[in-house]
């Protein structure tokens, strides 16, 4: 069976956890807290040297990380990821996008917000919240006319910017301005077998 090594607050580790849910895999999952130290131990380390979670452990024993390789790798042959090369193509520049240039941004304001350090972070966090603004104008645009962030459907790189996207005002961004980016949260959340963030019945 498939292990995931998770942290419920993190959205890098919730993409995965959402699609192993809309897939229908089995898994067991591991819960370790980052804020707590958990996945810096020598146990983990021999896991992912990185000490960074969502980690998954395949049924083979060996283990894969980073949240967009994990997602790659599960939805290959499926739905969620086009067989033409250009839309496949384009999955990956929207999860890049999500990596470079949306999750620095709004992931990092929330974990700061998260563990009460917004105020040690006060020369940094006008900037990171621009640019988490800025980010979030280019999906605006992007969606205008489209449901769905590739080929017309939902597919990993909407699970990709998704994560972050639907919690970042825990990190005080504010999505008013943004329809577009509003009612694609909402089609997101009606797709089969969705799962919040913090969901933790795996009976």
């Keep these: 069976m498939l292990r995931l090594y998770d942290y419920f607050e993190s959205g890098n580790a919730y993409k995965v956890r959402l699609l192993l849910t809309q897939l229908g895999l089995r898994f067991e999952h591991v819960e370790l807290d980052i804020v707590k130290g958990e996945t810096r131990t020598p146990e983990f380390l021999a896991k992912n040297p990185n000490g960074r979670i969502p980690l998954l452990e395949l049924e083979d024993g060996t283990f894969l990380a980073e949240s967009n390789a994990i997602q790659w790798y599960l939805a290959d042959g499926t739905p969620f990821l086009p067989d033409d090369p250009a839309c496949r193509a384009r999955v990956l520049q929207w999860m890049f996008f999500e990596q470079y240039s949306h999750e620095p941004y709004i992931a990092v304001v929330r974990f700061w917000v998260f563990k009460g350090e917004a105020d040690q972070h006060a020369g940094e966090i006008d900037a990171k919240r621009a640019a988490g603004y800025a980010a979030l104008q280019v999906m605006e645009s992007h969606l205008l006319e489209r ?10 790189a909407d699970i990709a910017l998704y994560a972050y996207t639907h919690v970042a005002d825990e990190g005080g961004f504010d999505l008013a301005p943004y329809p577009s980016v509003r009612a694609w949260l909402a089609r997101v959340a009606s797709q089969p077998r969705h799962i919040p963030i913090t969901f933790s019945d795996w009976s």
């Design 147 to 156: 449901e769905f962030f590739v080929a017309g459907r939902y597919t990993i």
